[in-house]
């Protein structure tokens, strides 16, 4: 396998679910990142990672649990979310805090 | 308030034309600058960029133009190809090191045959 994969790909979950989006990379990039895609808005960054540490959390709820395990992993972990949770979450990657970022195909996710 | 904006939500043009797509930011901090495109049910896949200390950059049929002053870039792409029809995203980042880009809503293109 190539680049950064996502699963699952379609995920539709309660308000009382636990459940987890998974993100893999093999790029050997050591930065990677959650985006979420709603309708009509601009990618909003929700966590950033680097070296398996957090160097970025912009304000995202709470319901909403990263984790970095090492460099080629990264999940987001979703509890008791709500409907307008539902988007597409883009993991991507990059070499360098400035590099290009590279995406995986997303999940997307639907709360009902 | 957003930083980026892409004020065309869509885009018709007949193959073989230029496409020209353009994102307005506000931010005088941004000094790198990407583009983006997404095809439906994929992940956005890189372009071509462009640094601030540079007006053009070239890459095939992909041509980015940034205009400091305006704090406008453009993209174009030509000549347009049905393949190129996709969601087009600009992105910008102020200062290396900070991991941050702000991207725009999106500019859907489509190429007619």
């Known amino acids: 396998e190539t680049g950064v994969t996502q699963t699952p790909r379609h995920l539709v979950m309660g308000m009382t679910n636990k459940k987890s989006l998974k993100c893999e990379q093999h790029?050997?990039?050591?930065?990677m990142y959650w985006y979420k895609q709603s309708a009509k808005k601009p990618l909003e960054l929700m966590f950033v990672?680097?070296?398996?540490?957090?160097?970025e959390n912009n304000s995202v709820p709470s319901r909403f649990s990263p984790e970095c395990p090492n460099s080629s992993h990264l999940f987001l972990h979703l509890h008791t979310l709500q409907p307008e949770d539902s988007a597409l979450y883009l993991c991507?990657?990059?070499?360098?805090?400035?590099?290009?970022?590279?995406f995986g195909e997303g999940s997307r996710l639907t709360v009902l | 308030d957003q930083q980026v904006k892409q004020n065309s939500p869509s885009l018709s043009v007949q193959e073989g034309r230029i496409s020209i797509l353009n994102c307005d930011y506000t931010?005088?901090?941004?000094?790198?600058f990407l583009w983006y495109k997404k095809y439906p049910a994929e992940g956005p896949t890189f372009l071509i960029s462009?640094?601030?200390?540079?007006d053009k950059n070239e890459d095939g049929r992909f041509t980015v133009f940034l205009n400091k002053s305006a704090k406008h870039l453009s993209l174009h792409i030509v000549p347009s190809q049905p393949g190129d029809s996709a969601v087009y995203f600009c992105?910008?980042?102020?200062?290396?090191?900070?991991?941050?880009?702000?991207f725009g809503t999106g500019t859907r293109l489509k190429v007619l045959a």
């Open positions: 931010n005088s901090m941004f000094d790198y």
């Open positions: 992105a910008a980042s102020a200062a290396s090191g900070t991991y941050k880009y702000i």
């Open positions: 990672y680097s070296l398996e540490e957090r160097v």
């Open positions: 991507a990657s990059s070499q360098h805090s400035d590099g290009e970022l590279f």
């Open positions: 462009i640094s601030s200390i540079k």
């Open positions: 790029l050997g990039h050591n930065a």
